[in-house]
């Protein structure tokens, strides 16, 4: 396969008794690598079915940087399948968000799960401006492959760091369309879960959440609030980075992305360690959602699937890659000014918080709104799934806020019926359900 062409796009119907999936279950899936550039990146759609392009077109996003979007979103949040506890079989999602979209998911940058690049140099040299334009230039290529899905409503998502991601490509996107009028994307909005918005607002509301929830010492929440305040998020000062560790030892042993729930005391450290990537539901939350993934694509049999370049596969595949985090380049300390900019456009954007996480919390994602000074159109209120509350929201002019009661910081992982009654909602561009009036029956 040579530069700046793709390799053919193979659809497989899975109908195997091979330990790597279900018996008799049949799922439109698709893996591409992606070659642009030298770039090798490896792209998964998985296409809602029997008429795929009559249902909008959602792009998906994971953080990091440097996590990949198929071993999180994928695998662990609303993809149709996740890995049981030994690595290697797999178990339906019921709440997969394919029920109701085509979902594309891409590892970006280069150097994130499979991604590659025949110059080991641009590995170290990603960044937000550098992504966001690859990302467009992906896309573009991708619709050209495959232009049944022009004329799809196409959506673009994804959470924690990706709320760089999919603003900063939202971005691309509509300043494309204004200069090339015939060959537009047929962009209608974008919507970001627990998401990095603002560095100053972020750190805030998370040096407010740990401190309010007891996790923090007084201390601790001062000097946090003196060292920290105004800084980079990704490249902290020497200070900065020792009190952080102040405060992680505090924490003790809990999962700071879903502090309610158990941990897995095999992958503490890589949990800590990664400060704004992506966590871990079946009837019973299972912690180690990220070890069964590491064992589940580092199996051959289940990289030929997926298509893998063996010349180019990692000697050891990771879900998030430490040498993309450590070497990133450039990152906006804000992307509320892209906000401004793009809500008077009339796209939909969406805002969902888990409220039990503790790196991008709830109260960081509160601030960073307000900071945009909309005006209110519907107070805030609860919602509901099956007369339950699901979560809060408030509606402002040209933005939605959604909270999902429960979650941490990958919420459709934690609570996926309501992460997928949620996009249902976004899809359909409707506020999110109310409580039914109850019809009582005669006693009698």
């Known amino acids: 396969m040579t530069n700046c062409e793709w390799s053919q796009l193979l659809f497989l119907c899975i109908l195997t008794s091979t330990p790597l999936f279900l018996n008799n279950i049949n799922v439109a899936f698709a893996t591409d690598p992606f070659v642009e550039q030298e770039k090798d990146r490896i792209v998964s759609a998985l296409p809602d079915h029997p008429d795929p392009t009559s249902k909008p077109l959602l792009l998906w996003f ?28 797999l178990y339906l999602n019921p709440y997969s968000w394919n029920q109701v979209a085509n979902i594309l998911y891409i590892d970006s940058p280069v150097g994130t799960g499979f991604s590659y690049s025949n110059n080991p140099s641009d590995i170290l040299n990603n960044g937000d401006k550098r992504t966001a334009d690859e990302n467009l230039i992906f896309l573009l290529k991708w619709f050209t492959r495959f232009p049944q899905y022009k004329k799809s409503d196409f959506f673009i998502s994804g959470e924690s760091y990706a709320g760089h991601y999919v603003s900063q490509l939202s971005q691309l996107i509509v300043k494309y369309n204004s200069a090339t009028k015939q060959d537009s994307i ?47 998020v990704e490249h902290p000062s020497k200070s900065c980075d020792k009190m952080w560790d102040i405060a992680f030892d505090e924490l003790g042993n809990i999962d700071p992305y879903s502090i309610f729930t158990a941990t897995c ?139 999902v009661r429960g979650a941490g910081h990958e919420v459709p992982l934690h609570r996926p019926k309501l992460a997928l009654t949620l996009f249902k909602s976004f899809l359909a561009g409707t506020s999110m359900p109310t409580l039914e009036p109850l019809t009582l029956a005669a006693s009698y």
């Open 62 to 89: 994971n953080g990091g940087p440097g996590c990949s979007s198929i071993a999180y979103g994928e695998a662990e949040e609303i993809g149709p399948f996740r890995i049981n506890t030994d690595g290697k079989t």
């Open 186 to 232: 047929n962009f209608k909005g974008y919507m970001v879960g627990n998401a990095l918005l603002d560095d100053f607002h972020d750190q805030l509301g998370m040096f407010q959440f740990m401190w309010s929830s007891g996790m923090i010492s007084d201390r601790t929440f001062k000097l946090l609030n003196l060292l920290c305040d105004f800084q980079p």
């Open 265 to 403: 005391h095999t992958n503490d450290n890589q949990r800590v360690k990664r400060k704004h990537s992506a966590g871990r539901l079946r009837s019973v939350y299972d912690p180690c959602t990220e070890k069964h993934s590491s064992i589940y694509f580092n199996q051959p049999e289940v990289q030929r699937i997926l298509h893998v370049d063996p010349n180019h596969k990692p000697e050891k595949w990771q879900t998030c890659s430490d040498v993309v985090f450590t070497n990133w380049k450039d990152s906006a300390r804000t992307v509320l000014d892209i906000y401004r900019e793009l809500i008077p456009t009339g796209l939909r954007v969406w805002i969902f918080s888990g409220n039990t996480d503790a790196i991008i919390p709830i109260t960081s994602t509160r601030y960073s709104i307000n900071a945009l000074k909309l005006p209110t159109v519907s107070p805030w209120r609860a919602w509901y799934d099956d007369g339950e509350v699901g979560g809060w929201t408030q509606e402002y002019t040209g933005l939605t806020f959604v909270t």
